[in-house]
């Protein structure tokens, strides 16, 4: 019966491990950024932006071919009583009777000249739908960086939950031998409180973290459109292992890379081309017109095969005065963006060389935290030994095994953020898109 008891547990215990090891998912950061392409709400917004844009350029273009209209009318007269005044005489033909009216046309106009209305207002919407492609593959860089910065912040948190877990066992190991000792009376209790503190603030700080993890795992599946029950666990191979190249040591790439730059540089093109739609105001407007008309009234006159072609002008002399403001208006929203462009630029030389720097005291602190972990190592060691000889007390003790739990966390948390300085790097340069091979969505 207790073999029985015992290989229930046994099948329980696995099922439930089981199933919580299905609830974790694992995915490379290269993985995790396709898929924020594809399913974030940032993307999707920044390409029905660009469809938008496609669709007015082609509506736009539509105005240049020739406009077509059939029209027809039937109408049905009433008897009406109609006395003519004149050429009356007793032998006149009575009038026929007129009950019904039949018209059909067709006219169609082509454009020839609207003062380069047409091909200014094609540029312009051309070059808006340039620049909001460009703008989306913006968005794209700022998702992907958005994803980097969850996954470097759930990496962090997940190592400090490992970490302070280990520290959490030492340290619930040596309560218990405390707890012995001072039984048998080899150290005050006051000892033994101390060390019932030390897990109670490592406690505070496991549950700290475990926020934080639980926080960013959320953020991280809504951003992917994904079960918000889903744990995700990265692997150090997920997220560390890369080949660092194509480092950037000033804003010269950035300036020829960044899609945020060069969508208001097409944006620019387009005011221009604003400005000369503007312009068309002073020209006039001529087009070639054709036309067909038949047309019957019954028991009066029928007409068919009534074609005319010919050349139609156009030309608003009020237009001429009221123009002016038009074309200055276009003339300072081009000036508003031409100065957007320098802020710009000016802004993304600041931001790559923050990175930059930031980058640069990444690698200086991960070099120092990895010896300062050899450091509170040893440093722990020695103070153990003396401990254990009496040489040493327990602040001491407690002491060297909160620097080494610190070190050990900072060494975790600095080779992370080297990475995300670099990704950063990458992303204010222009680059993170190539990095992550923008082609596989």
């Known amino acids: 019966m207790?073999?029985?008891?015992?290989?229930?547990?046994?099948?329980?215990?696995?099922?439930?491990?089981?199933i919580e090891a299905?609830?974790?998912?694992?995915?490379?950061?290269?993985?995790?950024?396709?898929?924020?392409?594809?399913?974030?709400?940032?993307?999707?917004?920044?390409?029905?932006?660009?469809?938008?844009?496609?669709?007015?350029?082609?509506?736009?273009?539509?105005?240049?071919?020739?406009?077509?209209?059939?029209?027809?009318?039937?109408?049905?007269?009433t008897q009406a009583s109609i006395d003519f005044k004149i050429n009356k005489s007793n032998d006149a033909q009575p009038l026929p009777a007129v009950d019904q009216?039949?018209?059909?046309?067709?006219?169609?106009?082509?454009?020839?000249?609207?003062?380069?209305?047409?091909?200014?207002?094609?540029?312009?919407?051309?070059?808006?739908?340039?620049?909001?492609?460009?703008?989306?593959m913006?968005?794209?860089?700022?998702?992907?960086?958005?994803?980097v910065n969850y996954y470097a912040s759930l990496y962090k948190a997940q190592k400090t939950v490992e970490l302070l877990k280990e520290n959490q066992k030492s340290a619930k190991q040596r309560v218990s031998d405390f707890l012995q000792l001072e039984k048998n009376g080899i150290i005050p209790r006051n000892d033994l409180l101390k060390s019932q503190l030390q897990v109670s603030k490592v406690q505070l700080s496991l549950d700290r973290?475990?926020?934080?993890?639980?926080?960013?795992?959320?953020e991280l599946v809504s951003l992917l459109k994904m079960d918000a029950k889903t744990k995700l666990e990265i692997k150090e191979s997920d997220f560390a292992d890369f080949l660092m190249t194509n480092i950037p040591t000033n804003d010269e790439l950035a300036l020829g890379n960044r899609k945020d730059l060069e969508s208001i540089r097409l944006q620019?093109?387009?005011?221009?081309?604003?400005?000369?739609?503007?312009?068309?105001?002073?020209y006039p407007s001529i087009s070639i017109i054709g036309g067909y008309t038949a047309l019957d009234l019954k028991?009066?006159?029928?007409?068919?095969?009534?074609?005319?072609?010919?050349?139609?002008?156009?030309y608003d002399l009020s237009g001429i005065l009221k123009n002016g403001t038009n074309v200055k208006i276009a003339e300072s929203k081009a000036l508003e963006i031409q100065n957007s462009e320098t802020m710009l630029t000016d802004y993304i030389k600041i931001q790559v060389q923050k990175a930059i720097e930031d980058y640069d005291l990444a690698l200086k602190q991960d070099?120092?935290?990895?010896?300062?972990?050899?450091?509170?190592?040893?440093?722990?060691?020695?103070?153990?030994?003396?401990?254990?000889?009496?040489?040493?007390?327990?602040?001491?003790?407690?002491?060297?095994?909160?620097?080494?739990?610190?070190?050990?966390?900072?060494?975790?948390l600095a080779r992370a953020n080297v990475i995300q300085k670099y990704y950063e790097l990458l992303s204010v340069s222009g680059q993170l898109n190539q990095t992550f091979n923008l082609s596989k969505i």
């Open 2 to 18: 207790k073999v029985s008891q015992l290989m229930l547990f046994g099948i329980f215990f696995i099922g439930i491990s089981s």
């Open 22 to 77: 299905q609830e974790k998912t694992s995915l490379t950061l290269d993985e995790a950024i396709h898929l924020a392409w594809a399913k974030s709400n940032e993307v999707s917004l920044a390409n029905t932006k660009v469809n938008t844009k496609k669709h007015e350029l082609q509506s736009v273009k539509n105005s240049q071919y020739p406009d077509l209209k059939i029209s027809g009318q039937y109408q049905r007269l």
């Open 101 to 136: 009216l039949m018209i059909g046309q067709v006219s169609a106009s082509l454009p020839v000249f609207s003062g380069f209305k047409i091909q200014n207002t094609i540029k312009a919407y051309d070059n808006m739908y340039q620049a909001e492609t460009a703008a989306a």
């Open 138 to 147: 913006q968005t794209k860089e700022e998702v992907a960086m958005m994803v």
């Open 209 to 218: 973290a475990i926020s934080e993890l639980n926080t960013v795992n959320f």
């Open 268 to 282: 620019e093109k387009a005011s221009l081309a604003t400005i000369q739609m503007a312009k068309s105001g002073y």
């Open 299 to 314: 028991n009066v006159i029928t007409v068919q095969n009534a074609m005319n072609i010919g050349v139609g002008v156009s």
């Open 367 to 412: 070099l120092v935290y990895n010896q300062a972990v050899e450091q509170a190592s040893e440093n722990y060691r020695i103070i153990k030994d003396k401990y254990d000889n009496g040489l040493s007390d327990t602040n001491d003790l407690l002491e060297a095994d909160v620097e080494q739990l610190g070190s050990n966390i900072n060494k975790t």
